[in-house]
């Protein structure tokens, strides 16, 4: 992945065994069940939408992406928020995923 927000690598140089740990962490989480990557990143996404995390909804958009979802597929597991995160957090994250998806922000 190319893009990391800064406080991420800020959190990586002075936490390095920390940074290691949570990756791994991710990684066997992904491995104790039968989902995909991408099914993986877009269920990611939904949770990010529902606590309005910006940095998570941007960072999830991006690794749905590279892991084969479709730009139709992440705006869907974005909208499917809205009748369970509420409008609030659905719009929101839906401006954060536009501008991923136009500018790669």
Request: net charge negative; charged share 25%; aromatic share 6%.
């Amino acid at each position: 992945m190319d893009y990391l927000p800064e406080i991420y690598k800020e959190f990586q140089r002075h936490h390095p065994e920390l940074s290691e740990a949570y990756g791994e962490l991710a990684g066997r989480c992904l491995q104790a069940g039968p989902l995909d990557e991408k099914t993986a990143e877009l269920v990611r996404l939904g949770v990010a939408v529902g606590l309005s995390s910006e940095g998570a909804v941007r960072s999830h958009a991006r690794r749905a992406l590279a892991g084969g979802a479709s730009k139709d597929e992440v705006r869907h597991a974005v909208l499917l928020a809205l009748t369970t995160a509420g409008f609030p957090a659905m719009i929101a994250a839906m401006g954060w995923l536009n501008e991923v998806l136009d500018r790669g922000g």
